[in-house]
């Protein structure tokens, strides 16, 4: 039976067109267990006390394993309680004067004295909402002696230097850990020295490049540990807290930076859950331009197809006025921003205290309005929130009736981690995926088989990448002088040896008869930044006033913030009247405009391998080579490459038609990313045997590089704006005609690797969703893209189909 808020976006069979999809997800029961003998009986009471009789089987296993001194990925859905798995033996053994481990080999292991904790997490706003969480456990249970905080970058001075002498459970970030908790260990002693637990929250979130940093951090982590510990102490205990995921032992072990069959893993979910339905849904076909309704983060040369941005404020609207409790996931800020504004203003027209219900929830915000934010939607001041991934993480935000996903959020894993959001508590739920005019989303909700029964995805990460490994060796070695000894924490001996042996070539590290020696004055962290954010973030601040409104990332700044650009922060509209990237802040001035800005940037690409410089100390000698590959006449290629990109304009265009109003000039620097690229490249008689003329190749080439870049994602664990892409009729190193697919991250994140050893059957995918959409010449559900920095100009949907057609001619298999 099909949840009864169905109905309402089918609105009375008027939308039962756009419904392609409808799958039910049964209720499942839920099956608990008696609570471990070994807990501490405070604990346990009050847990009791806050409704937990008793704890479910999976919460126990995760419990007893880590206990026992087992690492534990412990991989379950969103609500399951993961949270009690890795606090009660964490808290217990805090409280316990003498901590007494039993080993997988039966010896017993007593260590004195009191022991601390550490978790974990990949936002602030995830461990201020663990440790809401864990205080109410304490107070319940009258354990005073309970010392729980959160330290990271807000974290003052004198409160710091408290958590420093006197926490015994510290809630953090990776990147506090690795600015300031490792550079500055020595004061970090006392936690360092009785560590026994290690939590790392959310896990599935440390893919790409960040999960191969984070894993870093970690090793370096558990190396000062082993430092500090009394003799004969074993290591802290690692628990990694996951969404349900592909191998979650070698994603734990990964990140760990142990053996997989090291590690006892917990996937089996024994949480209640309520039955939810489970809706594809694709916009309706719209008659023209004119009647085009606000967009929001789709590309303006927009096809037949209603925006997702704009069906999604419709459908959101409708669930506010039947009283449901909503989360509406969109692709980025700006469509949060947008989906907010456009649903408040349906719902002014209907019952005007309504609108008052809705907003916005992104990055960005500061932290007190995020958690007022929060506050409001948990105890029901606010039905619905518009929001970008931000609350895709395990803040507890329950009870809800609705959720729905505006565009394809990267992985699988993604989908579901949302659509867990619905029906928490055992209650029931529905979930709408709301397509965007984008291939791949296209394909999803005409093939829900694709999305609702294939496997998850695997988190991928490669810590041995010499682009994160080489700063984060410099970072050790500031830290503690790396010895021959902590080599293999940190990937194959002799690899680190090879990548230590050029960072002393360059001067970056003095090698010793003892180790390896930072020797410079400045430290050694800010050689790395986790997040590839390229930065530090740019302060969106009021010029009148001097408030702040938010932060946008160092990489998107000069796309965003730039001079002119409008500015939308909770549906209030600001300019930019100028951005300074010396001191990093955007000078915003708050004003009514009735149009939006779109920036232009130009991207050139180099192949890199005989490159001699690497940013952050990385080694060129260490740069994986080229590989090579030819289907006949045509070439592939996979290797590192040097993307320089360079914002140089911006369109104004009226809203909510989007008809451009002006175009402006802007000086901004280049920005150079080194990367991994697959490429292939086509010479003039493929060209000539698919039809294409001269005028008409770079724009075969252009549509196929955006189709290509959208359909990617089908094959790897990523998302389409994990990805970059070039194509030119004549590219300087290959001599040819060549498309190229870049990661988007410094020394890439495995995904180009991974197209080019699929790249027939992604090739082919690619053409098939060219050739199948039914556009006439090219729309956002095929080659048009919302990132394209040329404003998808020029591009050939029939080129782009008869070169893919001329190009699969040769293809093996």
């Given at each position: 039976?099909?949840?009864?808020?169905?109905?309402?976006?089918?609105?009375?069979?008027?939308?039962?067109?756009?419904?392609?999809?409808?799958?039910?997800?049964?209720?499942?029961?839920?099956?608990?267990?008696?609570?471990?003998?070994?807990?501490?009986?405070?604990?346990?009471?009050?847990?009791?006390?806050?409704?937990?009789?008793?704890?479910?089987?999976?919460?126990?296993?995760?419990?007893?394993?880590?206990?026992?001194?087992?690492?534990?990925?412990?991989?379950?859905?969103?609500?399951?309680?993961?949270?009690?798995?890795?606090?009660?033996?964490?808290?217990?053994?805090?409280?316990?004067?003498?901590?007494?481990?039993?080993?997988?080999?039966?010896?017993?292991?007593?260590?004195?004295?009191?022991?601390?904790?550490?978790?974990?997490?990949?936002?602030?706003?995830?461990?201020?909402?663990?440790?809401?969480?864990?205080?109410?456990?304490?107070?319940?249970?009258?354990?005073?002696?309970?010392?729980?905080?959160?330290?990271?970058?807000?974290?003052?001075?004198?409160?710091?230097?408290?958590?420093?002498?006197?926490?015994?459970?510290?809630?953090?970030?990776?990147?506090?850990?690795?600015?300031?908790?490792?550079?500055?260990?020595?004061?970090?002693?006392?936690?360092?020295?009785?560590?026994?637990?290690?939590?790392?929250?959310?896990?599935?979130?440390?893919?790409?490049?960040?999960?191969?940093?984070?894993?870093?951090?970690?090793?370096?982590?558990?190396?000062?540990?082993?430092?500090?510990?009394?003799?004969?102490?074993?290591?802290?205990?690692?628990?990694?807290?996951?969404?349900?995921?592909?191998?979650?032992?070698?994603?734990?072990?990964?990140?760990?930076?142990?053996?997989?069959?090291?590690?006892?893993?917990?996937?089996?979910?024994?949480?209640?859950?309520?039955?939810?339905?489970?809706?594809?849904?694709?916009?309706?076909?719209?008659?023209?331009?004119?009647?085009?309704?606000?967009?929001?983060?789709?590309?303006?040369?927009?096809?037949?197809?209603?925006?997702?941005?704009?069906?999604?404020?419709?459908?959101?609207?409708?669930?506010?006025?039947?009283?449901?409790?909503?989360?509406?996931?969109?692709?980025?800020?700006?469509?949060?921003?947008t989906v907010a504004t456009v649903t408040r203003e349906h719902l002014r027209q209907v019952d005007p205290s309504l609108a008052t219900r809705v907003a916005a929830y992104r990055g960005g915000y500061l932290p007190e309005e995020r958690r007022a934010l929060e506050e409001a939607l948990r105890g029901g001041e606010l039905r619905a929130l518009a929001t970008t991934n931000a609350l895709e993480l395990g803040v507890d935000i329950s009870g809800l009736d609705a959720v729905l996903i505006a565009g394809w959020p990267g992985t699988r894993m993604s989908v579901w981690q949302q659509a867990g959001r619905a029906g928490r508590a055992g209650a029931d739920g529905l979930v709408a995926f709301v397509a965007r005019e984008d291939p791949l989303d296209t394909y999803l909700v005409r093939h829900p088989e694709t999305l609702l029964d294939a496997p998850l995805e695997a988190t991928v990460f490669d810590p041995t990448n010499p682009y994160v490994l080489a700063p984060h060796l410099c970072a050790a070695a500031a830290e503690l002088p790396v010895r021959t000894e902590d080599l293999p924490s940190f990937g194959r001996p002799a690899d680190v040896r090879s990548v230590l042996d050029?960072?002393?070539?360059?001067?970056?590290?003095?090698?010793?008869?003892?180790?390896?020696?930072?020797?410079?004055?400045?430290?050694?962290?800010?050689?790395?930044?986790?997040?590839?954010?390229?930065?530090?973030?740019?302060?969106?601040?009021?010029?009148?006033?001097?408030?702040?409104?938010?932060?946008?990332?160092?990489?998107?700044?000069?796309?965003?913030?730039?001079?002119g650009a409008v500015y939308v922060h909770q549906g209030e509209t600001y300019v930019v009247e100028h951005l300074d990237l010396d001191d990093h802040v955007a000078l915003v001035q708050r004003r009514g405009v009735d149009h939006g800005t779109w920036s232009r940037d130009v991207t050139s690409i180099l192949i890199a391998d005989q490159q001699e410089h690497v940013p952050g100390g990385g080694p060129a000698e260490e740069l994986p080579a080229t590989t090579r590959r030819s289907w006949g006449p045509v070439d592939w290629g996979v290797g590192p490459v040097e993307v320089t990109s360079q914002v140089v304009g911006y369109q104004r265009r009226r809203l909510p038609d989007l008809q451009v109003l002006g175009t402006e000039s802007l000086d901004l620097p280049e920005r150079t990313l080194q990367t991994t690229a697959v490429w292939w490249s086509v010479p003039a008689e493929v060209l000539d045997a698919a039809g294409l003329d001269a005028a008409r190749v770079p724009g075969a080439l252009h549509a196929a590089e955006h189709a290509s870049i959208g359909m990617l994602p089908l094959l790897a664990t990523c998302d389409r704006w994990d990805l970059g892409g070039v194509s030119t009729d004549m590219h300087v190193d290959t001599g040819r005609a060549t498309v190229f697919v870049y990661d988007a991250y410094p020394g890439g994140a495995g995904f180009a690797e991974r197209g080019y050893d699929v790249g027939a059957t992604w090739l082919r995918a690619t053409r098939d969703a060219i050739a199948g959409c039914a556009c006439a010449d090219g729309c956002p559900a095929c080659v048009q893209s919302p990132k394209c920095g040329s404003f998808n100009e020029p591009l050939d949907k029939a080129g782009a189909v008869a070169l893919l057609d001329a190009l699969l001619a040769h293809a093996p298999g």
């Open positions: 039976m099909t949840h009864p808020l169905l109905d309402v976006l089918l609105a009375g069979g008027r939308r039962a067109d756009r419904l392609t999809h409808a799958a039910e997800i049964p209720a499942r029961d839920g099956e608990s267990a008696p609570w471990p003998r070994w807990a501490d009986p405070a604990l346990v009471a009050g847990y009791r006390s806050l409704g937990v009789d008793q704890p479910w089987r999976h919460q126990v296993e995760a419990a007893e394993a880590a206990w026992s001194g087992r690492h534990v990925a412990l991989a379950t859905s969103t609500g399951s309680g993961k949270s009690l798995a890795f606090w009660l033996p964490a808290l217990t053994s805090v409280r316990a004067d003498t901590a007494a481990t039993v080993l997988d080999a039966g010896r017993i292991e007593s260590t004195l004295g009191r022991g601390s904790v550490l978790y974990i997490c990949p936002t602030k706003a995830l461990a201020a909402d663990q440790l809401a969480g864990v205080q109410r456990v304490v107070d319940a249970s009258g354990a005073r002696d309970l010392r729980v905080a959160t330290c990271d970058g807000d974290t003052g001075f004198e409160e710091r230097c408290w958590v420093q002498d006197h926490a015994d459970a510290v809630l953090t970030n990776p990147d506090f850990l690795h600015f300031s908790l490792l550079p500055n260990h020595r004061r970090w002693a006392r936690l360092l020295r009785s560590l026994r637990y290690v939590i790392v929250d959310e896990g599935h979130a440390y893919r790409g490049v960040f999960g191969a940093h984070v894993a870093l951090v970690l090793r370096r982590l558990t190396r000062l540990a082993a430092h500090y510990a009394p003799a004969g102490s074993r290591p802290p205990t690692v628990v990694v807290a996951s969404a349900t995921t592909a191998e979650p032992a070698t994603t734990a072990g990964r990140l760990a930076g142990v053996p997989a069959e090291e590690i006892a893993v917990v996937d089996d979910d024994a949480s209640p859950a309520g039955a939810r339905t489970f809706a594809l849904w694709e916009p309706p076909v719209r008659p023209g331009w004119d009647a085009a309704p606000v967009e929001g983060d789709l590309d303006p040369d927009d096809g037949p197809r209603r925006s997702a941005t704009a069906e999604t404020a419709d459908l959101l609207a409708d669930l506010v006025v039947h009283g449901a409790r909503s989360l509406a996931f969109t692709r980025s800020r700006r469509g949060a921003e050029v960072l002393v070539a360059r001067g970056a590290l003095r090698r010793r008869t003892s180790g390896w020696y930072w020797t410079h004055a400045q430290g050694a962290a800010g050689l790395t930044d986790l997040r590839g954010t390229g930065g530090v973030p740019v302060r969106v601040v009021e010029a009148e006033t001097g408030r702040v409104l938010g932060t946008v990332d160092a990489g998107s700044a000069d796309g965003q913030v730039h001079d």
